[in-house]
T-cell receptor, first 114, second 111 residues
Framework: SAVISQKPSRDICQRGTSLTIQCQVD?????MFWYRQQPGQSLTLIATANQGSEATYESGFVIDKFPISRPNLTFSTLTVSNMSPEDSSIYLC???????????FGPGTRLTVL | QKEVEQDPGPLSVPEGAIVSLNCTYSNSAFQYFMWYRQYSRKGPELLMYTYSSGNKEDGRFTAQVDKSSKYISLFIRDSQPSDSATYLCAMTGGGGFKTIFGAGTRLFVKA
């Protein structure tokens, strides 16, 4: 298994600003992902974080709004740019081990945009 | 039709009851099936993981996969108030497949 930590755990931000969320895994994982979860809803995949190259974004998500970095096998960041109240959500980092496709999640970052 | 269908509930049961949670899916390429438990204001926690068809048991939890019917289940025996959470099913074909999550079922176990 993998233990995943995220920072910050929560934040309240002003409209128009940006927030960078950090994700650290305690062991090497083959794949890392970023999800968004609205209250009471399931998980929506934002993008797959690729080591050393541009992230792969899902439909409806773009790099200018959600730039992602993954400089090594255990660390990734997600930036939520030019925030609006509609970006208020829980953002979850996830890692997948390659051998058996088990996927683990961090505790999430609860973002409120005023 | 969604790739994965899961009744969002809520499901309310008395303590000690047997709970049955279910998901159906449409993509026959799915090979790996997971159940996650998510407590309020926490990230999803991997609870059960199965590959292909069959049953897997872990303590009070049993995961069942019927690929012929495209139907997966999670059974919780002797349910406890601490089992109150949202349970999400998830599945993937492996390789470059994305993991597809169900909507989650909210479970309440009353003492």
């Amino acid at each position: 298994s993998a233990v995943i930590s995220q920072k910050p755990s929560r934040d309240i931000c002003q409209r128009g600003t940006s927030l960078t969320i950090q994700c650290q895994v305690d062991s090497q994982v083959t794949m890392m992902f970023w999800y968004r979860q609205q209250p009471g809803q399931s998980l929506t995949l934002i993008a797959t974080a690729n080591q050393g190259s541009e992230a792969t974004y899902e439909s409806g998500f773009v790099i200018d709004k959600f730039p992602i970095s993954r400089p090594n096998l255990t660390f990734s960041t997600l930036t939520v740019s030019n925030m609006s109240p509609e970006d208020s959500s829980i953002y979850l980092c996830s890692g997948m081990t390659g051998l058996d496709n088990e996927q683990f999640f961090g505790p999430g970052t609860r973002l409120t945009v005023l | 039709q969604k790739e994965v269908e899961q009744d969002p509930g809520p499901l309310s049961v008395p303590e000690g009851a047997i709970v049955s949670l279910n998901c159906t899916y449409s993509n026959s390429a799915f090979q790996y099936f997971m159940w996650y438990r998510q407590y309020s204001r926490k990230g999803p926690e991997l609870l059960m993981y199965t590959y292909s068809s069959g049953n897997k048991e872990d303590g009070r939890f049993t995961a069942q996969v019927d690929k012929s019917s495209k139907y997966i289940s999670l059974f919780i025996r002797d349910s406890q108030p601490s089992d109150s959470a949202t349970y999400l099913c998830a599945m993937t074909g492996g390789g470059g497949f994305k993991t597809i999550f169900g909507a989650g079922t909210r479970l309440f176990v009353k003492a």
